[in-house]
Structures are given as C-alpha cells and as structure tokens.
C-alpha cells in the first residue's frame, strides 16, 4: 500500500513538472481551471472550435456572412448575417433551424451588424451604413427605428464614414441601457479614438443617452461588444493586413467612470477627456491552433475575420463561457467558423 501510494505521488509530481515545459513559455501561466494546452493568456482559455457551417446553405439562404451572435430567449442561438438574414441555430450542433429576411423601411436589405434579444423577444438590429438602430418581432417584422444622434450619422449629415460606423450592439445589465459601438473614428477626432453610444428606456422606449470615447490599438476597429454582468464590457478589436491575415484581442473595458462625450464636438487634444479604461484579455493569434487550417495566411491558422460576439453563460469556476463568430464575407479563402472561449474577468 505505501508503495503504491509513493509510486502514485512520484508519477503526479513528474507530471505536473513536465506540463509546463510540454505547454510551452506563458508569461502568466493558462486560465484557471484549463488544461495548459487550451490557453490563450492568463485569463482566457478556448475549448473547441467549429466550420461546421462552412460555405453550407439553408432553405436557399447561404449560411454564413456572420456579424452578431446573441442567445435568444428558447436557449437557441440567434446567428445575425450582414446581408440581411437572421438565423435561428440550435445551440448545440449549431444547424439553422430558422431564417428571417430583414428589410428597411423601403423593403431594402440591411447591412445588419450588431444584434440584441430584448427582454421582450424583439430583436435589436443595428446597421453601418446610416447608421441605424431598428426593431424587429420575431418574424422580421420592422417595428421601429432609435433616434440617432446627428454627429454619428453618415456625412454629410454627420461626421461618421460609411461601413464604419455601428458594428457592435449590446445590453447592459438590468435592461435599461443599450450600447452600440462605432467601429472607426469620426472626421475631426484622433485617430483610434471610437465612441460607444448610449440609449436609456423610458417608458419602454429608448432614447439616446450618454457617450464614451475609446480607444483601439493602433490600425485596428472594434467590430463588437458585449455587457459582462457587472457592467463592463468585452470588446473585440480587429484588422487585416493583405499577406499577412487578421489581428483580433479581445479585451476587457469599463466606461464606468468615463466622461459623457455626447457634448464634446472633436476628441482631439482634449487630455481632460478620461477615456473608457481597458485590458488585454488575450489576442487570439497566441491561442493554441487545435489543428485549425486557414485558407489565406494567417498568423495562426485558427484566426479569420472574427466578427461575432455573445456570452453564454458561466462554468463551474464562475469564468464567462464566450462564443465567437468569424464573418466569411462569402469569400472563398475565409471561413465560417465558431470560437468556445473561457474568459476570466
């Protein structure tokens, strides 16, 4: 018996030396809880991926073009494309089950980006291209339009470029306030410097609220966020370089003490101006491949043009699970492709 038990003790006391060497150098070590060769950084680890919905069709939709992720009431997952499809996925094996067209006022397509199920079930669908903020029923039916403030529209109406403009949506905890992200910097700010734009409910109506200002790491644009429950925000940050592939963190940001920029006409110079704070949370490059393939190249080939953007739940150690979802632009060196990710905050 106290041989086995010594044995038993030597053979885990060798394995634990030699995981690290076998998971290679980390700065601060994997996530809690994750195996050594799933982590990303300290404190995000991912799982598994998924191309199960690669380059597939459905009721003669193409499946993919993916720019929004949300968890629909039923536990289903709520799959925004940005040409005007919603689809509705079984949570786990990820096959459609439903697709909804989106159309304008006019009965034109949308070029739908950000999305969040409200509390009510109706869906809220943001556009780059005005911008725009509608509401939708389930069925697609177009219920309303937020009111817009002018410096975000579109020039010349506003300061803002088309197609870079509101890419992310999300819901802050209670219910009460939405946020919508720009994805590039308006004309007569800095360079980097992108503001997050507020809507406040009253009376079950949303009106436009405060402003923060953020800003990105150099060349890149945030192409969503998403509310972590106590109000923070995960903010994905992304560009691409031709012949070299995509750059996409992930990053942790509190507007909790910014100052409200909805005043301010130009954040340029203005060092009284407190930004939204952040935190690198992993940069998904330095992630473990899992065996990945990419199509173009890519600094690691799990990496393409990550898009999409929900929080599932939590694990047993209280991490956020988070999904993932790259945007394939129907181009046939990209792919559609899930992230499971583990992130501690």
Not at 137 to 159: I, M
């Amino acid at each position: 018996m106290r041989l086995r038990t010594l044995l038993a003790t030597l053979t885990a006391g060798l394995a634990t030396a030699t995981c690290p060497a076998a998971a290679g150098p980390a700065a601060a070590g994997p996530a809690a809880g994750a195996p050594a060769r799933h982590a990303c950084s300290a404190t995000v680890s991912v799982d598994r991926f998924s191309d199960a919905l690669d380059k597939t069709t459905y009721e003669g939709t193409f499946v993919g073009n993916f720019s929004a992720l949300a968890v629909d009431r039923d536990g289903s997952l709520a799959a925004l494309a940005d040409r005007s499809s919603l689809f509705r996925l079984d949570a786990r094996t990820l096959q459609p089950r439903e697709v909804v067209r989106l159309a304008d006022e006019k009965g034109a397509d949308l070029d739908s980006e950000g999305l969040v199920i409200d509390r009510d079930g109706t869906r809220l669908i943001s556009s780059e291209t005005e911008p725009s903020v509608r509401r939708y029923s389930r069925d697609g039916t177009l219920l309303e339009r937020l009111p817009v403030p002018p410096a975000l529209q579109v020039a010349p109406a506003g300061r803002a470029t088309a197609n870079q403009t509101f890419e992310g949506l999300t819901l802050l905890p209670g219910g009460h306030t939405l946020l919508a992200s720009m994805e590039y910097a308006l004309a007569g700010d800095s360079a980097g410097i992108v503001r997050f734009q507020t809507w406040t409910r009253h009376h079950g109506r949303f009106t436009p609220g405060a402003q923060y200002a953020y800003r990105t790491d150099t060349g890149l644009g945030v192409p969503e966020v998403q509310a972590t429950p106590d109000g923070r925000l995960l903010v994905l940050e992304r560009g691409f370089t031709a012949g070299v592939g995509n750059t996409v963190r992930l990053y942790l940001a509190d507007p909790r003490h910014a100052t409200d920029t909805s005043g301010i006409e130009n954040l340029t110079g203005q060092p009284e101006v407190r930004l939204a704070g952040k935190t690198l949370l992993a940069d998904i490059a330095a992630c473990p491949s899992l065996g990945a393939t990419a199509k173009q190249p890519q600094p690691n080939p799990l990496l393409d043009n990550i898009e999409g953007m929900t929080i599932t739940g939590r694990d047993r150690t209280g991490r956020l699970k988070v999904l993932l979802v790259s945007d394939d632009n129907q181009n046939a060196a990209q792919t559609t492709r899930f992230y499971y990710l583990r992130v501690r905050v």
